[in-house]
């Protein structure tokens, strides 16, 4: 992996990652915001190996109440990108889309077990 130069906001790679309310549970849809800010919050703070994302991409955190927006969007600087423009972006760095996409996955996977766990013990 090449080093990571620092970028300005408008260079990184922007994803909005939409998640579903019915990750939530059957409560999902009640759920949804408040969950989607505080993991927001908490993916923005990362202290593990996802930090390294973070230098290059903005990862963007929303309800996938509207079933007609694509679950991932790609843009730079509010233009948009194919997810082939996006793994050519991230490829001149030495990494990966699919591997974003997979540290992604597991981290919100983490928050939200967190999340639930949380609800329960209240």
């Not at 939530?24 to 930090?51: M, N, V, W, Y």
Request: charged letters at 25%; one cysteine or more.
């Amino acid at each position: 992996m090449k080093k990571i130069p620092s970028l300005s906001d408008d260079r990184k790679l922007n994803v909005i990652f939409r998640i579903e309310p019915g990750c939530l549970g059957p409560e999902g849809g009640k759920l949804i915001d408040d969950f989607c800010r505080s993991a927001q919050t908490q993916i923005e703070h990362a202290s593990d190996h996802f930090t390294s994302w973070n230098k290059l991409v903005i990862c963007q955190l929303a309800p996938g109440n509207n079933k007609a927006l694509p679950e991932v969007q790609y843009k730079i600087n509010n233009k948009a990108l194919s997810s082939e423009k996006a793994e050519k972006y991230l490829s001149a760095f030495g990494m990966q889309l699919n591997d974003f996409e997979h540290d992604l996955n597991e981290k919100v996977v983490d928050l939200i077990d967190t999340h639930l766990a949380s609800l329960s013990r209240q």
